[in-house]
């Protein structure tokens, strides 16, 4: 490693210069330079200047098992010396993605036992939207290839990823998706449910637009339905326990395939390997990525149901799909370490029944009734606030989502990364997160908050 050699001024100057960053606007970015994290450790990231930062957003969603794991670091070692890398394509294997097939497989809701790697969440997408479309065109009904998705859902960033999700200005940008996808509303009863509607109520409400969606286009047209079991980067939408089961229903009675994205929250996030076991529904496929691998490696891993994989094999023919890094060695040898990793330190069973319990009865007492709370809201170690003006009418602040990055970056400066998205802002930390941590967190939080309010209604 070199850039030791180079100051943070220098190596701004080099990023400004040559490299284009992800959701930027690059005009701003360029102006007042990037922040240039150096290591990290356990809970921490680190940056040029030395300072220490607690990871509320686990990287990017998928830091499960926290920094500075060397086992993760030697599986990849031993891996790239032995076999750096070979294909899945030309009737090859190797022995790390068959194994980790087998291993999620085993963790997978029941009906769910074979597996379609990629390089990340956005291709494990496409590739369930071409995997959807084909299984029906081997069952004799091409026609029936719509998708059924939901606003302000986010699917990745591909073509195909932007074209499922619900997000507006990545449509606008897309400048034409996807045909054949259509978007309804989503179960977020903080903005969306009638005055005196039952979680319970909304949560059919909500369901219904699925329904709904259906019967407009004719069950004999529609493909699939998919959704987050959480809605993530729109927010950390949480559904009512009565959404889920009652999609699930509708699904089978309309002969319509059930896909969930659980990018976010798979491998233990909500307290259950899969959200689908946390809701308690049998989806056809499950689209994991992030955590698989605690973002040391890129790796995605489409599960598919029996249903679909049972008519693949037994029609035959080729699907005309697939990438170059299906399956890496490298990749599915730290994905099989960091299974170890969650299994061994009961990650998965601690935010269920300590962390995540605590997690949400912190955000209650410590930041709900915060001045510029409109509510808090959590499901396992994933967590939003909203931020408003009036707690009263929900009214926010003037300009969408000004208000919750002023708290963003007074929280930053108090050493906490977290997110803003819209006026949200939301948490998803490693799971090796303790008590400590999480009061750690709030204090933090708290601050961001006050200083913020000092800042909005000057």
Known sequence: MTYQNYSLKQLQQIDAAHHLHPFTDHKELREVGSRIITRAEGAYIYDSEGNGILDGMAGLWCVNVGYGRDELAEAAYRQMKELPYYNSFFKCSTPTPVLLARRLAELAPKSVNQVFFGSSGSEANDTALRLVRHYWAL?????????????????????????????????????????????????YAYELALPGESDHEFGLRAARAVEDAIVEAGPEKVAAFIGEPIMGAGGVKIPPMSYWPEVERICRKYDVLLMLDEVITAYGRTGEWF????????????????????????????????????????????????????????????????????????????????????????????????????????????????????????????????????????????????????????????????????????????????LAEKDLHH
């Open 139 to 187: 069952e004799g009904k091409p026609e029936k290839n719509r998708i059924i998705s939901r606003k302000n859902a986010y699917h990745g960033s591909t073509v195909a990823g932007t074209s499922l999700g619900g997000m507006e200005p990545m449509h606008k940008q897309l400048g034409g998706a996807v045909p054949n996808i259509v978007h309804v509303m989503m179960p």
């Open 275 to 450: 959200a689908a076991q946390s809701f308690g529904i049998e989806p056809d496929t499950i689209t994991t990525a992030k955590a698989l691998t605690s973002g040391y490696q890129p790796l995605s891993a489409l599960l598919v149901g029996d249903r679909i994989a049972g008519t693949l094999v037994e029609k035959g023919g080729e699907f005309y799909h697939g990438y170059t890094y299906a399956g890496h060695p490298v990749a599915c040898a730290v994905a099989l370490a960091n299974l170890d990793i969650i299994e061994r330190e009961g990650l998965v069973e601690r935010v269920k029944n300590d962390t995540g319990p605590y997690f949400a009865q912190a955000l209650r007492e410590r930041i709900a009734d915060h001045r510029l709370v409109g509510e808090v809201r959590s499901f396992g170690l994933m967590g939003a606030i909203e931020i408003v003006r009036d707690k009263a009418t929900k009214e926010r602040f003037e300009g969408e989502g000004r208000a919750a990055v002023v708290v963003r970056d007074h929280a930053i400066a108090n050493g906490l990364m977290l997110r803003a998205t819209g006026d949200t802002m939301i948490l998803s930390p490693p799971l090796i997160w303790t008590r400590e941590t999480i009061d750690l967190a709030c204090d933090r939080i708290v601050r961001a908050l006050d």
